[in-house]
């Protein structure tokens, strides 16, 4: 199946945006959630999903667990840049402690108990600001294999078991599940969740895993679009857009406040309108994409689509090396060194264009590890024919 740049372009949107947020001011106040009642986080996973289903599902034809080695390989891949980042969060905070500096690492945790924090994060159990999202990813590929093979054995039957084994989690996740199981753990381990709970997120990248499933089903194509669900689900944005920067009252909309209540709206575990939010953007963007490949209404932004495609298809490098970054920014966003709003600004714009070298230098090493497997056959081949007689 040919590569769909397009769910590149949108990885490459997703972690710019997230890449923004993190940053912190003077942009975040301007830019976090500024759609409605989502944020890129959801996009981010969303895609994950789709993907892992679009370039694992093929591996069912190969037998045996080829599809559960491939899929565990690259939950190992993301663990290695997880321990990478954290030690790196390790030394920085380590090295704010001992130096005695004015600024504070984002991880308090590790600058009172620094091993006992390290060993907690090897585990997945310690999370600091912003190293919350691989360990999910690892995790979420843990159990990939078991839903890919239900709706690879069972079609549609499997897909309706893999939904709804999902909603039931989130749901469970809604009675305080992962808070529960969390409780359960040893004393011993540090536990610090982020801004995640991944009993509720998990709905996320099963939903892009059934996405991406059915158009590997379908060959690469994408369904019709249905012109009545793509204005409602637009309509829909729109409004949830206005009533998250109070252009409507949520109290002059069915008459009440509690459109809006926070838990209809959390982050942390998925309130159902975030959700209903979120799906209406997968809609929509479904829709303009499908547009764009009927018409080229994107055409004009074709360099910048470019860009946005390479640093999605190094995503995890793009994200693991951001997070150093920013860790490393900490004594110029605040204390005795911090740069002022002007020079944040100008250092923000440095920033995201930095992202390209971690896509650059990986796609470096790809090159390189082509050019040593195009080599290989060549290079044994007198030795095997050897061998052979």
Not at 50 to 72: D, I, P, T
Not at 131 to 160: C, E, N, Q, S, T
Not at 203 to 218: D, K, N, T
Request: net charge positive; hydrophobic share 55%.
């Amino acid at each position: 199946m040919k590569r769909d740049l397009s769910l590149d372009i949108l990885r490459g949107i997703m972690l710019l945006i997230m890449a923004s947020d993190h940053f912190g001011e003077p942009i975040f106040q301007h830019l976090y959630e500024y759609a409605g009642y989502v944020s890129a986080a959801e996009g981010f996973v969303f895609l994950s999903g789709m993907l892992v289903a679009l370039v694992y599902s093929r591996y069912q034809s190969k037998g045996g667990f080829v599809l559960e080695q491939k899929v565990w390989q690259r939950a190992g891949v993301i663990y290695f840049y997880h321990l990478a980042v954290l030690l790196a969060v390790f030394i920085f905070t380590v090295l704010t402690v001992i130096s005695g500096a004015d600024w504070k690492s984002f991880a308090t945790e590790m600058q009172v108990e620094p091993w006992r924090a390290l060993l907690s994060g090897m585990l997945l159990s310690y999370q600091p600001p912003m190293l919350d999202i691989l360990p999910m990813y690892v995790l979420l590929m843990l159990g990939a294999p078991l839903a890919l093979r239900l709706m690879l054995h069972f079609k549609a039957v499997g897909i309706a078991l893999v939904l709804l084994g999902s909603i039931a989690l989130w749901g469970f996740s809604h009675q305080g599940g992962w808070h529960l199981l969390l409780q359960q753990l040893p004393r011993s381990i540090m536990v610090r969740t982020g801004a995640f709970d991944y009993i509720a997120w998990q709905l996320i990248f099963v939903l892009g895993m059934v996405a991406g499933f059915l158009r590997f089903s379908h060959q690469g194509e994408t369904t019709q679009l249905n012109k009545p669900v793509f204005f409602a689900a637009l309509g829909l944005i729109v409004l949830l857009f206005c009533l998250r920067h109070g252009y409507l009252k949520p109290t002059s909309f069915l008459g009440g406040q509690w459109l809006v209540e926070y838990p209809h709206i959390a982050r942390d575990n998925l309130g159902w309108l975030r959700l209903l939010n979120f799906l209406a953007f997968v809609y929509v963007i479904a829709g303009l994409i499908k547009l764009h490949h009927r018409y080229g209404i994107f055409k004009p932004f074709h360099y910048l689509g470019r860009w946005l495609a390479f640093l999605g298809q190094h995503s995890l490098q793009v994200f693991a090396f951001h997070l150093v970054v920013l860790y490393c920014y900490i004594p110029f966003r605040w204390g005795n060194w911090a740069l002022t709003d002007q020079q944040k600004w100008v250092w923000l714009i440095i920033f995201l264009a930095g992202l390209t070298l971690p896509a650059w230098l990986h796609a470096r090493y790809q090159a390189r590890q082509r050019q040593v497997l195009a080599r290989t056959p060549v290079a044994v081949l007198p030795a095997a024919l050897q061998l052979a007689h």
